[in-house]
């Protein structure tokens, strides 16, 4: 599967098992977003290189805390959570050619300085160009809940997944995820207690932090009656 979004090419995903970070969508691109992916990528985004390892000095140019996003969407919210946290280096990866493009205007806008983005699947990166012991931080929001029972072999948060962010974590580092579907929660409760190297940092359920923003997707779901789960794990000392 190869990008053709502003020049960019290289293969979304090179996994041959079928599970992504990700659902292929037909998007159109704003002239914003198109000008955005052309001129602003070369700048704020990385170009796939499996031979390359990427960690928080490439972000930020010195050693720091160092938060990788899966999968961001149109990015807002990563955004804020950057602006709001400017210590931390922030790699958000997404395949989507529109979120891209408008997470790239936003950095440029805000003058955003500690988050830039790989237009890549993210599993496939993750077990590719970062390292193992090197991430303080995995943000998993909202990923698709793929509802249908027959789909659940689609979703991200299954035990493989979890279990390599778990190897990509220091000590004490943390996966954040958040979804609006209760089912969803449950299941990823369990997986994320039945992997050894991972430990609930809280009694259940997490509360929202501070410096997560909630989102026009989020409150429409707080509208229709959905309450959303929040996990945090660390990894065990």
């Known amino acids: 599967m190869e990008s053709k979004a502003a020049g960019l090419t290289g293969p979304l995903s090179s996994r041959g098992d079928g599970i992504h970070s990700y659902v292929i ?26 031979d390359r390892t990427l960690g928080p000095s490439d972000i930020v140019g010195r ?29 958000g990866f997404e395949v989507h050619a529109p979120g891209v493009g408008k997470l790239l205007a936003e950095i440029e806008a805000r003058g955003i300085r500690n988050l830039r983005v790989s237009r890549h699947d993210a599993v496939d990166a993750i077990a590719t160009v970062i390292a193992p012991g090197s991430v303080d931080g995995f943000h998993v929001f909202f990923p698709d809940p793929w509802p249908k029972k027959r789909h659940h072999k689609r979703r991200i948060m299954n035990a493989a997944f979890v279990r390599l962010m778990a190897s990509r974590l220091k000590p004490g580092g943390y996966i954040y995820y958040a979804t609006d579907w209760e089912e969803y929660a449950e299941a990823t409760l369990e997986t994320l207690l ?12 997490a509360v929202r932090k501070s410096w997560r923003p909630v989102t026009k997707f989020e409150r429409r779901a707080i509208e229709d009656g959905r309450p959303i789960r929040e996990l945090e794990f660390r990894r065990r000392a």
């Open 25 to 50: 969508r037909a998007g159109r691109m704003s002239d914003v977003q198109k000008d955005a992916m052309a001129r602003l990528y070369p700048v704020y985004g990385f170009a796939w290189d499996p």
């Open 194 to 205: 039945s992997e050894p190297a991972l430990e609930n940092a809280h009694e259940r359920w």
């Open 63 to 91: 050693e720091a805390p160092f938060v990788v996003e899966v999968g961001f969407g149109m990015g807002q919210a990563t955004a804020d959570i950057a602006e709001a946290l400017p210590e931390t280096a922030f790699l």
